[in-house]
């Protein structure tokens, strides 16, 4: 293999990477997987509760699926903070 083919594929490689990078952000920061978090959050907190007879547990499941929510929703905000003001690299 020449250097140039070589270059290529390394280019090639890195170009893939990327790609697959841009996709996983796109996912982590998609309305899609913020929907099924809180949908998820909120089945097993209601099934949970109905497990063990909590007084409407479909209504009560409410508050601690938001909260989950609201934290991961807040992470993103949570990390530039840290980025610019704690580790400075």
Do not use: C, Q
Not at 41 to 55: E, F, G, K, Q
Request: hydrophobic content about 40%.
């Amino acid at each position: 293999m020449t250097d140039f083919s070589k270059l290529k594929e390394r280019l090639r490689k890195i170009e893939e990477r990327n790609k697959r990078v841009e996709t996983d952000k796109a996912w982590e920061t998609s309305y899609t997987r913020r929907f099924f978090i809180a949908l998820f959050t909120y089945l097993s907190i209601s099934l949970y509760m109905n497990a063990i007879n909590i007084d409407k547990p479909w209504l009560n499941a409410i508050i601690p699926t938001v909260g989950f929510l609201l934290s991961t929703l807040t992470i993103p905000i949570i990390k530039e903070f840290w980025k610019k003001h704690i580790n400075k690299s």
